[in-house]
């Protein structure tokens, strides 16, 4: 008797270092467009967009933006192909890559950011329902929304993925974002003035370089991740399309409806919540509110799971508990300030770990992999001692490269090439070594 993928969730059934098998894997195309549309929508999308303008004119954002989401959507869609591919979590798919034992250092780096970004997830929220509450009945309770948004966000994490795709978000879910999101253009194009505010002239204080470089990390955000839910596809086709349209539109759609509220708002994100809530008189706002919590919860549910890949004896549930319990907390105390540097920071580390991720796994691998030898120090990934080091010295000098070039040429870009530089190194380091692939 075939066995119901949706019995029980798969997300908290299958450790990290367990592939899922067939039986388990749920996701249709449609299921990966509902899930990354959903997660490229929201409140966080929207501020960053906000941070182009004034420093960048809007028609200069806007190029960066289309820019900067075509580059960083289709490399999360090819590390999605790699969930797939394995049906493993992503930080245990990065042990053919950097060693048994090295993948833990990406796994370490991955928890920290996702804290950062749950906790950001968190304090948008809070920020975004607070003004709707001031709107509405003049009530300012910033600490009770942290709790509440905290508290949902872990719950939902504690659950698991599978049945969260296809019970909410498929079946009615994305039709409210969809609505909220129209809702909240149509009041853009009916409140100002497009026209004047693409004549507005930038500042100069962002380069286009740069601002390609923010609209590319929000996608390469979800690189270390998306294999967590793309494990759970049937064909890798299907998880690629669906990733690339679902989290391409909604990039697309939110960085631009940030940088322009923002520039109607005053210029930056400050005022940003504010001319938000006030479109609409704020029903659009309250649907992507509800929708920020499932980036949250994905947040708190991969930095469980990415945790779970080195600390075997903890269940992702419990660690989901503890990483949501850490980022209410950081919510609670910690202002949200150096967002731009954040994400800049980011795109430095991720971007040519994954040049070098791609290229291992699509090029020299070929998109196979030997499930029993992940956790075998004297196997085909156990490398020097559990760690490859001409990974490990790829992926430093593409960090390196990055460095360089945001300090030294801001105007090229730093993310796409520090990306070909990580490749490109660890092609030429260990292409010679044809035992090890074949």
Not at 154 to 159: C, N, P
Not at 275 to 291: E, K, M, S, T, Y
Not at 345 to 358: D, K, M, R, W, Y
């Amino acid at each position: 008797m075939a066995q119901d993928p949706l019995a029980g969730d798969a997300g908290s059934t299958y450790a990290p270092l367990t592939p899922v098998p067939d039986g388990r894997r749920a996701f249709r195309t449609g299921d990966a467009f509902a899930l990354w549309f959903s997660l490229g929508i929201g409140l966080l999308v929207a501020q960053a967009g906000a941070l182009l303008v004034p420093g960048l004119s809007l028609p200069h954002a806007l190029a960066a933006i289309g820019i900067g989401s075509v580059i960083g959507v289709v490399l999360l869609a090819l590390a999605g192909v790699i969930g797939t591919d394995t049906g493993l979590a992503a930080m245990s798919s990065l042990r053919p890559t950097l060693g048994v034992r090295g993948a833990s250092v990406p796994a370490v780096l991955n928890a920290v950011q996702l804290v950062g970004w749950g906790s950001f997830e968190v304090i948008v929220m809070r920020d975004s329902a607070d003004a709707l509450a001031k709107q509405a009945f003049g009530l300012s309770i910033p600490l009770i929304w942290t709790i509440v948004f905290g508290l949902l966000a872990t719950l939902l994490a504690i659950s698991g993925p599978l049945s969260f795709v296809r019970r909410f978000l498929r079946t009615w879910g994305i039709w409210l974002l969809l609505a909220g999101a129209a809702w909240l253009s149509w009041n853009l194009l009916a409140r100002h003035d497009l026209g004047a505010l693409m004549r507005r002239p930038g500042t100069g204080d962002m380069s286009f370089g740069g601002a390609i470089d923010l609209v590319v990390a929000m996608p390469l955000s979800w690189l270390p991740l998306i294999a967590d839910y793309t494990r759970f596809g049937r064909r890798a086709g299907e998880s690629f399309r669906g990733t690339l349209l679902g989290y391409g539109i909604a990039n697309i759609w939110f960085y631009a409806l940030g940088a322009i509220y923002g520039l109607a708002a005053g210029g930056g994100d400050a005022l940003l919540t504010g001319a938000l809530a006030q479109a609409g008189g704020g029903f659009a706002l309250l649907l992507i509110l509800i929708d920020e919590v499932d980036n949250a919860f994905a947040d708190i549910h991969s930095a469980a799971v990415s945790t779970g890949t080195f600390w075997t004896r903890a269940t992702v549930p419990m660690l989901s508990a503890a990483f949501g319990a850490l980022c209410t907390a950081i919510a609670l105390l910690v202002p949200m300030a150096k967002y731009q540097n954040f994400l800049l920071l980011i795109g430095s580390v991720f971007a040519p770990l994954f040049g070098v991720v791609l290229v291992d796994h699509f090029i020299l691998r070929k998109r196979r992999i030997e499930a029993a030898a992940l956790a075998d120090l004297q196997g085909r990934y156990g490398f020097s001692g559990g760690w490859h080091l001409s990974a490990f010295i790829s992926w430093a000098i593409g960090i390196a490269a990055y460095q360089v070039i945001n300090q030294w040429l801001p105007n090229l870009g730093a993310t796409l090439p520090a990306l070909a530089v990580g490749a490109l190194c660890y092609y030429l380091m260990v292409s010679s070594r044809k035992t090890a692939y074949a």
